[in-house]
């Protein structure tokens, strides 16, 4: 599975939750976290599809995608133990920390793989 076949959907997922943190509690935190990362995992998400594309792997892409997931795991890991609430923390924590060994994993592997030419 390609990374941007994932990252998309999560950055479109937490961009809308800090949208929707800001619409039910007027938490401008949560919009500005959720906002910001979701754009950012969009951009390295489509930064992907587009290398991809090309037959070539985005390494910026990746480590932003990386940076961005461990950030979040780290920010909501940390706001779960405080409150012990999983929603939304302890999701996005979770969530991310699942995305995070992924991105990982696809470091470790060398990106997207394509699949060969047909002749």
């Given at each position: 599975?390609?990374?941007?076949?994932?990252?998309?959907?999560?950055?479109?997922?937490?961009?809308?939750?800090?949208?929707?943190?800001?619409?039910?509690?007027?938490?401008?935190?949560?919009?500005?976290?959720?906002?910001?990362?979701?754009?950012?995992?969009?951009?390295?998400?489509?930064?992907?599809?587009?290398?991809?594309?090309?037959?070539?792997?985005?390494?910026?892409?990746?480590?932003?995608?990386?940076?961005?997931?461990?950030?979040?795991?780290?920010?909501?890991?940390?706001?779960?133990?405080?409150?012990?609430?999983?929603?939304?923390?302890?999701?996005?924590?979770a969530l991310s920390a699942l995305m995070s060994g992924f991105y990982l994993y696809?470091?470790?592997?060398?990106?997207?793989?394509?699949?060969?030419?047909?002749?």
């Amino acid at each position: 599975m390609h990374d941007f076949c994932f990252t998309i959907p999560f950055g479109a997922a937490v961009l809308a939750g800090g949208v929707v943190g800001y619409a039910r509690r007027g938490s401008t935190a949560s919009l500005a976290g959720g906002v910001g990362s979701g754009l950012v995992l969009l951009l390295a998400g489509f930064l992907s599809l587009s290398a991809f594309r090309h037959r070539r792997n985005s390494l910026l892409a990746l480590i932003l995608e990386t940076v961005c997931a461990l950030a979040l795991t780290y920010i909501m890991g940390q706001r779960y133990l405080e409150t012990s609430k999983i929603m939304p923390a302890g999701v996005v924590a979770a969530l991310s920390a699942l995305m995070s060994g992924f991105y990982l994993y696809k470091i470790a592997t060398g990106g997207n793989h394509f699949p060969a030419k047909a002749e």
